[in-house]
C-alpha cells in the first residue's frame, strides 16, 4: 500500500498479548486464538451463534486487520472523546455514548436497534446497552487509513485475537443484508471484491461482541497528521495503546468546486468555507464540530467529500 506513514510514539507492554508483527498498512500476522470468548448462554454467545449458523465459506484470513474508524475530535457529553475512553477504558457503543458517525437510531425501537434484533436473533433485546457490540470493519483492502474511513479519519487497529468473538454482514447493517459471516466461514471478502461498490460503501461490516479494552484489544490507534501537535495527540498519548499516524487525509478546494453533484453545491461550499490556505483537512472539519455552529449532517457530507477525494490512497 503507497502512501503510508507510520510513526509509533510509545509502545507498553501488554500482560496477556501475544506478540504479532505487522505490515506498514497495518496488516497483523499469527495464529487466532479460538479458546476465549464470551461465556456461555450469554447475549453475546447467542448472538455468534445465531450467525455462526447463517455463515457460509471458509475462514478469514487472519492477517487481515479489524478497524474501527472514528473521528477523534469530537465531543461525548461535552467531553473529548479520547479523553472520555481513556476514563473509560474501553470502546463504548453508540448506545452507551448515545453519539455517532451516521444516523442516531441506537435505542429501544430505533433502526439500529431493530437492525440488532434481526442480525443477532433478539439476543440483546433483553440486555444491558453496555453488553450490546461495537461496530468495525475488516480491512480486506488493507487501507492505511482503517477499513471504513466513512466513519472517521482515525481507527483503532485491534489485535487478532478479537476475531474469535467478531460476526460479519455485507453489506452494512443498514441495508439489511442477508450475507453474514464469522471467523471460521466467511466468504464475504469475496462477495465485497465483486461489487463495485464506491469507496465509502465497500467495506465488510464487523461487530465485536464482548467489551472491547483499549490495553488487552487495541494494537494500535491509527491517527491523521492534522492532528500532530493538538489536544487530540495530547490525549491519544493518554490511551494505554500505541498511537501511529497515517499520512493523511487532505483536499484541494478546487476539487470541491469541480464535483458539486457529490453531496451538493451548499456542502461542496461549506468545506471551501472551512478550508485553510486552499486545502482542506480532518482538524478543519472537527473544529468547526465543536464549535456548535454548523448541521452536524452537514459537517458529516463534507467529511464525506474528504474521506472520498481526498485519501492518501487516491
Known amino acids: 500500500m503507497s502512501g503510508t506513514v507510520v510513526v509509533v510514539l510509545r509502545h507498553r507492554r501488554r500482560r496477556s498479548e501475544k506478540s504479532v508483527s505487522q505490515s506498514a498498512a497495518g496488516g497483523q500476522t499469527g495464529a487466532v486464538r479460538t479458546d476465549v470468548g464470551p ?18 465459506g471458509g475462514p478469514v484470513d487472519p492477517t487481515l486487520p479489524l478497524t474501527m ?18 476514563r473509560d477504558g474501553a470502546y463504548l457503543s453508540q448506545f452507551v455514548t448515545g453519539t455517532s458517525n451516521g444516523g442516531l437510531t441506537a435505542h429501544p425501537g430505533g433502526e439500529r ?17 453496555q453488553q450490546r457490540p461495537v461496530y468495525g470493519a475488516l480491512n480486506h483492502l488493507r487501507r492505511s487509513t482503517g477499513a471504513a474511513p466513512r466513519f472517521g479519519s482515525a481507527h483503532f487497529r485491534l489485535v487478532p485475537e478479537v476475531l474469535a468473538r ?6 452494512d447493517s443498514s441495508a439489511l443484508p442477508t450475507a453474514f459471516g464469522v471467523a471460521d466461514r466467511c466468504d464475504l471478502v469475496r462477495r465485497a471484491l465483486a461489487e463495485e461498490r464506491p469507496a465509502l460503501d465497500g467495506h465488510v461490516e464487523a461487530h465485536i461482541h464482548g467489551r472491547v479494552s483499549l490495553a488487552r484489544d487495541v494494537a494500535a490507534l491509527v491517527l491523521d497528521p492534522s492532528h500532530l501537535g493538538t489536544p487530540v495527540a495530547e490525549a491519544a498519548a493518554a490511551l494505554p495503546c500505541p ?9 484541494p478546494v478546487e476539487v470541491l468546486d469541480e464535483n458539486p453533484e457529490f453531496r451538493g453545491p451548499e456542502i461542496a461550499a461549506l468545506g471551501r468555507r472551512l478550508a485553510e490556505d486552499g ?27 474528504l474521506a472520498h477525494f481526498g485519501a492518501p490512497e487516491r
Request: glycine letters at 6%.
Open 69 to 86: 474508524n472514528f473521528h477523534p475530535d469530537r465531543l461525548v457529553g461535552g467531553e473529548p472523546i479520547l479523553r472520555r475512553m481513556a
Open 113 to 129: 436497534w431493530r437492525w440488532e434484533s434481526r442480525m443477532f436473533g433478539a439476543a440483546y433485546d433483553a440486555a444491558p446497552a
Open 243 to 251: 498511537v501511529e499516524w497515517h499520512s493523511g487525509f487532505r483536499l
Open 166 to 171: 467478531t460476526t460479519f454482514c455485507y453489506p
Open 279 to 305: 486545502l482542506l483537512d480532518p482538524r478543519m472539519i472537527g473544529d468547526a464540530a465543536r464549535s456548535g455552529r454548523h448541521d452536524p449532517q452537514e459537517l458529516k457530507k463534507v467529511w464525506h467529500y
Open 39 to 56: 461465556a456461555q448462554d450469554s447475549p453475546q454467545r447467542r448472538a455468534l451463534c445465531h450467525v455462526a449458523a447463517l455463515a457460509t
